[in-house]
């Protein structure tokens, strides 16, 4: 049995994660959210045991308490907070939220003018 390199591995575990998120998207579109869910753990199983990380892009789009996968209207509600400067991700079944900064937009807006 042949083994597959390392770094061969981690780009292999990549793009099956990046695969796995769009079957989550799709599933989430159809109505499943289940095997959207399903989709969402596999993929961070995969990234556990390959030890690849996930890319941040990918990160936002599944609740860091209890992995399941967020859909704008379906499964989650998305608000700004301009006072704090960031964006708020409810999930719609924990409840918890997830806060990410767009501080680096308010810069970039400034530096602009």
């Known amino acids: 049995m042949s083994s597959v390199r390392r770094g ?15 079957e989550a998207e799709a599933a989430a579109l159809k ?3 289940d095997l959207a869910n399903e989709h969402v753990f596999s993929a961070k199983k995969i990234s556990s045991r390959t030890n690849t990380a996930i890319p941040s892009v990918l990160k936002r789009r599944y609740c ?4 399941h996968y ?9 608000r ?3 006072a704090k400067k960031r964006v708020e991700v409810s999930c719609l079944r924990c409840g918890r939220k997830n806060f990410y ?7 970039e807006k400034r530096q602009m003018k």
């Open 8 to 22: 061969e591995q981690k780009k292999i575990a990549l793009e099956r994660i990046k695969a796995l998120f769009v």
């Open 31 to 33: 109505g499943d959210l």
């Open 70 to 78: 967020l859909h704008p209207g379906l499964s989650s509600k998305v």
């Open 80 to 82: 700004t907070n301009p």
């Open 64 to 67: 860091r308490y209890c992995y």
């Open 101 to 107: 900064p767009y501080l680096r937009e308010v810069k």
